[in-house]
C-alpha cells in the first residue's frame, strides 16, 4: 500500500513534533536523574539537600560488571570429549 504525500506529511509532523519531542523530554528527566540534578519539591527551602549520586551508582554499577568487549561463557563438558 503506498503513501499519500499527505499521509507522509502528517507522519512527518507526527514524529517530529510529538513522538521526538516527547522522547527528548523522557531522556532529560532520566539524565537529571543520572546527573543528580532532579528537584524535589516536598523538601523546603531550609533543608539542605544531600547530593550523593545515587542514580548514577544504580545505574554504572551493573553496567560495569557485564560490558567487555568479547565475552565468554564457560561450561564443564556434558560428555568425555574435548569439544562440545
Request: net charge negative; proline share 2%.
Amino acid at each position: 500500500m503506498k503513501r499519500t504525500l499527505e499521509e507522509i506529511r502528517q507522519m512527518k509532523s507526527y514524529l517530529t513534533d510529538n513522538f521526538y519531542n516527547g522522547l527528548r523530554g523522557e531522556q532529560e528527566v532520566d539524565d537529571s536523574f543520572y546527573k543528580d540534578t532532579f528537584a524535589v519539591p516536598q523538601l523546603e527551602d531550609l533543608i539542605v539537600q544531600s547530593r550523593t549520586g545515587g542514580g548514577a551508582e544504580l545505574i554504572d554499577v551493573p553496567i560495569a560488571q557485564i560490558s567487555s568487549g568479547r565475552m565468554f561463557v564457560t561450561r564443564k563438558n556434558r560428555k568425555d570429549t574435548e569439544i562440545e
